[in-house]
């Protein structure tokens, strides 16, 4: 097998590679080519079977809009990613399961909280110009469609960290899975009702604009 390493000393030059070896590919080609095939077999969570792929293509990803390194097996109506950057982050050793699970879940977290009041607040205090949601900062006041739902002033890291003492639960336990918008979500539909009530009793918010969002952080939580 080709080993795409042996190509490239370090991972940024792997990275580069790839990169520009994607971009010669139109979205929904099939893509045959070696040296992509061999990568994607070292994605460190999906077992691929290269040899039981039906095509391999560029194809847009829901609900992010971009184009992502696709697949789908022969004999299967299944279509699924697969991130070439974890690819390649697994085959120089710099992938560690346990810190990216635990990023995974925090995740599945943000987007079960996203369907309560927080969306009723976006929603409500936002207006659709131009097919896009605008909002006034609080902060420097400036009105921008790179407005966020700003969790105020109990921070969202806090509201979380409550949750798992209540509940006697440790992040790493909890089973998570995409579903078919392709949004990392809580697999245990309890756990989801009661992350979601919990969040909701709690959670009051402002909006923000990108830049303030990212200076305010977590207030020191």
């Known amino acids: 097998m080709y080993i795409l390493k ?13 990169r ?3 971009k010669q590919f139109n979205e929904n080609i099939n893509i045959d080519n070696e040296e992509i095939f061999s990568l994607i077999c070292y994605h460190p969570t999906k077992q691929i079977n290269k040899n039981n792929i039906e095509w391999l293509r560029m194809k847009n990803r829901k609900p ?4 992502a390194l696709t697949y789908k097996y022969k004999n299967s109506e299944i ?38 009041t927080k969306k009723e ?10 097919d896009n949601f605008v909002g006034v900062c609080e902060l420097c006041k400036l009105k921008t469609k790179n407005i966020t739902t700003d969790h105020y002033p109990f921070p969202y890291k806090k509201i979380l960290c409550e949750f798992e003492t209540d509940n006697k639960i440790k992040i790493s336990d909890i089973d998570i899975y995409e579903n078919e918008n392709n949004l990392i979500r809580i697999k245990d539909k309890k756990i989801a009702r009661n992350w979601l009530f ?14 303030c969002n990212s200076k305010m952080g977590s207030y020191g939580f």
């Open 198 to 211: 919990f969040h909701d009793q709690i959670a009051t918010y402002r909006l923000l604009c990108n830049t």
């Open 20 to 22: 520009q070896l994607l």
């Open 64 to 67: 992010f809009n971009q184009l």
């Open 121 to 130: 607040y976006f929603i409500k205090n936002t207006s659709i110009e131009n």
């Open 79 to 116: 279509e699924d990613d697969i991130s070439w950057k974890l690819c390649i982050r697994n085959m120089y050793g710099k992938y560690k399961r346990d810190e990216e699970y635990i990023k995974n879940v925090h995740t599945a977290f943000r987007n079960e909280s996203h369907n309560g």
């Open 6 to 18: 042996d190509k490239c000393k370090n991972m940024s030059s792997a990275n580069g590679y790839v």
